[in-house]
Nanobody, 124 residues
Framework: QVQLVESGGGLVQAGGSLRLSCAVSGRTFSTYSMGWFRQAPGKEREFVAAISWSGGSIYLADSVKGRFTISRDNAKNTGYLQMNSLELEDTAVYYC?????????????????WGQGTQVTVSN
């Protein structure tokens, strides 16, 4: 079984930065592709970013391109979402997800493993 634990969320002013981490345990991390999704109150869960198991394929939502970066450190069994130039609209609960091999997918149902989420609140 694969367990995912997010951390790094919090309250930040607009224009600021946060780095989210997703610690993965239970299986060989390097064989799992990862995705980040977010859900704001009253809205559906939406795709943010994904990285393939090899790190060779990265996919970012248009709304975060140029501001967010996804990466992974297989030696630390951890994935990251670096968020810069944060906007009010980025306020949401952020979830990391994992799937065995596969590519950098933006489809939530393709990820069988999910973390519990971490709150990101951007204020003005």
């Amino acid at each position: 079984q694969v367990q995912l634990v997010e951390s790094g969320g919090g309250l930040v002013q607009a224009g600021g930065s946060l780095r989210l981490s997703c610690a993965v345990s239970g299986r060989t991390f390097s064989t799992y592709s990862m995705g980040w999704f977010r859900q704001a109150p009253g809205k559906e869960r939406e795709f943010v970013a994904a990285i393939s198991w090899s790190g060779g394929s990265i996919y970012l939502a248009d709304s975060v391109k140029g501001r967010f970066t996804i990466s992974r450190d297989n030696a630390k069994n951890t994935g990251y979402l670096q968020m810069n130039s944060l906007e009010l609209e980025d306020t949401a609960v952020y979830y990391c997800a994992a799937r065995y091999y596969g590519g950098a997918s933006s489809t939530p149902r393709e990820y069988p493993y999910w973390g519990q989420g971490t709150q990101v609140t951007v204020s003005n």
